[in-house]
């Protein structure tokens, strides 16, 4: 085991799927699995029943503990060697609220690092309900975060119910092209009965509340609480719908088939937030400049 090995490992903990975890990484999907396949052959016990969401086992939470105690260690050792040599590496949090790590991540890191290579960039996604923390400087987020903070509007989208024509053969039989002919014209009733998965405490769920209201329609959520991106892979699975962000479902090849929902304006869904009484560091100050650019170019 070694300290990359720890990361993989407590990221794949947070998210859920091996899916998350890999985009939260910046690695393949193939790459994550078989580093966590090695460490389990390397500590000669399954970490994780392959369920979906994951879930550790004994011998897992054991492993999550000290691999928690190892980093939180190598980043004081970190902080400590700086000093002795006499200067700091400059450091970078992003946070990343509701959503996990979206899409446009990936692009606006590989340009900051261009300009900021010494930089140590981390990212971190916040659980719904976790309060907010203090100590990372700006957050990308899809609402605003109310006051003592600045929330710039960066892009706005639009709501889509997506679900897979295999779930509809399941839950409607025979009538099943019947209901994907209304959701095609925007009828979320055409779902009555059909099972969907419950965001909690996430602007998703406000969203589908409202969705579900203005269409008239109560959903019959299935009994799974979790987080958004292992929730949303119960939707990919084809276990449930799920109403999402139509960027969100076009960004991912392996998303259901996504469908309008009448009466649902596009929203303001993508923001970079800061809190409005502290003077951002350069490396932060750098990272809101290009994501400015960025979506400023995306909008012409």
Same mark, same amino acid.
């Given at each position: 085991m070694n300290f990359r090995t720890c990361k993989y490992f407590l990221t794949?903990? +947070?998210m859920g799927t091996i899916n998350a975890a890999a985009r939260s990484l910046f690695i393949s999907q193939q790459s994550l699995s078989q580093h966590i396949k090695k460490l389990e052959e390397e500590l000669g016990v399954p970490l994780f029943y392959r369920s979906n969401p994951l879930i550790?086992? +004994?011998a897992g939470k054991r492993v999550e503990q000290s691999c928690r105690r190892i980093l939180e260690e190598l980043g004081s050792m970190e902080h400590d060697l700086g000093l002795y040599r006499g200067a700091q590496t400059p450091e970078l949090t992003i946070g990343m609220l509701d959503?996990? !790590? &979206?899409?446009?991540? &990936? &692009?606006? !890191?590989?340009?900051f690092l261009k300009k900021e &290579?010494?930089?140590l960039l981390r990212t971190r996604c916040i659980p719904a309900g976790e309060r907010i923390p203090t100590d990372i400087p700006l957050f990308f987020s899809a609402r605003e975060l109310g006051s003592g903070y600045k929330s710039e509007v960066l892009f706005y989208d639009r709501m889509v119910v997506c679900v897979r024509d295999s779930l509809l053969k399941q839950v409607y039989g025979d009538g099943w092209r019947l209901h994907r002919t209304r959701l095609r014209e925007g009828d979320l009733s055409a779902l009555e009965g059909c099972p969907f998965v419950e965001h909690r405490n996430t602007p998703l769920e406000k969203l589908s509340e409202m969705a579900f209201a203005q269409n008239h329609f109560t959903p019959k959520y299935l009994p799974i609480i979790g987080a958004t991106e292992a929730l949303t892979q119960l939707c990919v699975n084809g276990q449930a719908a799920c109403i999402t962000f139509a960027g969100q479902a076009a960004s991912h090849s392996d998303f259901p088939p996504s469908y309008s929902i009448s009466n649902m304006p596009s929203l303001a869904t993508g923001y970079i937030c800061y809190r409005s009484d502290v003077i951002l560091a350069h490396p932060a100050q750098q990272f809101l400049d290009i994501t400015r650019r960025y979506f400023s170019r995306r909008k012409k």
């Open positions: 794949t903990c +947070e550790l086992t +004994e959503y996990g !790590i &979206p899409d446009f991540v &990936p &692009p606006l !890191i590989d340009q &290579p010494n930089v």
